[in-house]
């Protein structure tokens, strides 16, 4: 308890230090940018480098923010744990490795970091030890492994231009449709799992619910977004934007989608996560790099809300995260109903809530944009199919019928929890219309037929209202989904990515190692090399050993080859 309430002080003192310093450097324009060189081999130097401007140091008070949130509502959480020490500094690894990567302006460094939350990442997700939570972290470190060795070979290739400070090579043209930019581009889809990275994600619900809040919802699932925006001058207008935008928005949907069929409350909100993920990468890949980030921070808020809220339920409900086996918890769990509505109105985009402000002005501006038509309904359809879930996820759990045993014991009266709840709900309030002020100076022209700017409001109000109405009669009616077996399937499950990520790649994998382990390992490999060189050295030296006996007879016989030899020769 105490190391919570410490943790949460220090962080909480960083995050308002750093919000202080962004709004700063924000009204002057001035950018910090410290460097120390480490190594120097012939034209190029290894450098360990800082930026401190106000982007790196908005970012930077939100994740502190968020985790001393989290940090305090892991003391009321995870109070049973024998081990919550150890729990608490592996958190705290994780912001340490965030903070790395988003100070780091040199791709070098930033290994450090993205390294760094690969492997807290893998931690945190096997941290309950058992079979399904080993699988969920094989795969998490696995996918994010392939980010790793893309940001390897841009190290690598990025050697060419003389150093690693990425800054000074962005927007040069130096960048544009370079195999750099190829690497960084995979490495920034493995970490914000976009197709086809992303079944990690729902997989990495494994972990502790407060891990869910911090980590796989609004600051190490946003690294991949984050390090985009820091290469979105050399992105603009070139072939990899386009690919981009098709992949973001196919993500967007696909998690929309599956989101629908899901019953765990966990995997609904990072389905939730993902296609909000999709959302910031298609903006981004449109050229609108500030409302990327826009959104980014707003979604961070009250995603991590959704997600306290979703830990506050499961922990009073005896630790069942199915919403089938919830229901009508609106009267036993006010405050952390309140606060689950807040945030999924946020999430809806319901007007003057943070994600409003954030989600409303990235429809409209990638509406203005060149948009084609299948990105254009992929938008409108994810945009319904958000609150479609939403709504679904309020039948089911806060509003529906009471599914609960009838001696359940449910309050809120945990303050560890409720009071970092509390917190975050202020941002999912104000966070969007504080942040739209700050970031932008001047207001966006929006020019917009009547029917673009009313399709949002419009899509919306069908979703919200599919989403209950739908699961109101289907209490009356038999199951139709059992009728269409296996399109349900291949909907509800992400379009088969986590079978094709694990099952798909797994035996032809081991197959591959098999044939090579028995033709070559334990084949010609071992003949000519291995036990055959130790064979033929035993035999040589047992030869050896007879010569070296001191026997007369072995002399001789030397003495008479070399003489023979010799005779030869003459």
């Not at 962004?22 to 480490?38: A, I, P, R």
């Not at 809120?412 to 309030?429: F, I, Q, R, Y």
């Amino acid at each position: 308890m105490k190391m919570a309430v410490s943790s949460m002080v220090f962080l909480l003192g960083m995050a308002i230090l750093g919000i202080w310093s962004s709004l700063g450097l924000l009204k002057t324009g001035c950018c910090y940018f410290m460097e120390w060189e480490l190594v120097s081999l012939n034209s190029v130097s290894i450098e360990m480098s800082l930026i401190f401007d106000w982007m790196s140091l908005m970012f930077l008070s939100f994740v502190c923010l968020i985790s001393s949130m989290v940090l305090y509502y892991s003391g009321g959480y995870m109070s049973g744990d024998s081990n919550i020490n150890r729990f608490l500094y592996i958190v705290l690894g994780f912001v340490a490795s965030m903070l790395m990567l988003i100070l780091s302006p040199n791709l070098v460094s930033i290994l450090l970091g993205w390294d760094g939350l690969g492997l807290v990442s893998y931690a945190l997700v096997i941290y309950y030890q058992n079979e399904k939570s080993a699988a969920a972290g094989m795969l998490t470190a696995l996918s994010n492994r392939v980010g790793d060795v893309a940001i390897l070979l841009s190290i690598a290739f990025m050697m060419d231009l003389g150093g690693w400070n990425f800054f000074f090579y962005v927007g040069s043209g130096s960048l544009e449709n370079s195999l750099v930019l190829w690497l960084v581009v995979i490495a920034a889809m493995t970490k914000s799992a976009q197709i086809p990275f992303s079944a990690w994600l729902p997989a990495a619900m494994a972990a502790p619910t407060p891990v869910s809040a911090l980590v796989h919802s609004s600051t190490l699932v946003t690294a991949g977004v984050y390090l985009l925006i820091r290469f979105s001058p050399s992105l603009t207008g070139t072939l990899i934007s386009d690919i981009l935008l098709l992949i973001g928005c196919t993500t967007m949907f696909m998690a929309g989608l599956g989101a629908n069929f899901e019953t765990d409350l966990k995997k609904i909100i990072a389905l939730s996560t993902l296609s909000q993920l999709g959302v910031m990468v298609s903006i981004l890949s449109l050229g609108g790099a500030m409302l990327a980030f826009f959104h980014l921070l707003t979604h961070a808020l009250f995603k991590a809300l959704l997600f306290m809220c979703a830990g506050s339920i499961i922990h009073n409900v005896g630790g069942t995260q199915d919403i089938r086996n919830m229901g009508n918890l609106v009267s036993s769990l006010p405050l952390s109903v309140m606060c689950i509505n807040l945030a999924n109105l946020s999430l809806c985009g319901i007007p003057f809530l943070a994600g409003f402000y954030s989600k409303d002005l990235v429809l409209e501006v990638a509406f203005m944009g060149p948009l084609n038509v299948v990105c254009l309904l992929m938008y409108w359809l994810a945009t319904g199919l958000t609150v479609c879930y939403s709504f679904r996820l309020v039948y089911y759990s806060l509003s529906g019928s009471w599914n609960l045993s009838c001696c359940s014991c449910v309050s809120d009266e945990d303050t560890l929890m409720s009071t970092p709840m509390g917190v975050l709900s202020l941002g999912a309030v104000m966070s969007g219309a504080a942040l739209s002020w700050l970031i932008f100076p001047a207001c966006f022209m929006i020019c917009l037929t009547p029917f673009f700017k009313l399709s949002v409001l419009f899509v919306t109000l069908v979703g919200g209202t599919i989403g209950y109405v739908l699961n109101l009669v289907s209490e009356s009616c038999n199951l139709k989904s059992l009728k269409s077996y296996h399109k349900t399937v291949f909907f509800g499950s992400m379009w088969f990515l986590p079978f094709l990520s694990t099952l798909g790649l797994v035996p032809s994998g081991l197959f591959l190692g098999s044939l090579f382990h028995q033709i070559s390992d334990s084949g010609w490999s071992e003949y000519y090399g291995g036990q055959g060189v130790y064979y033929n050295l035993e035999s040589f030296s047992k030869v050896l050993q007879v010569i070296q006996e001191n026997s007369i007879k072995i002399y001789l016989l030397v003495m008479l080859v070399w003489m023979v030899g010799l005779s030869l020769m003459i």
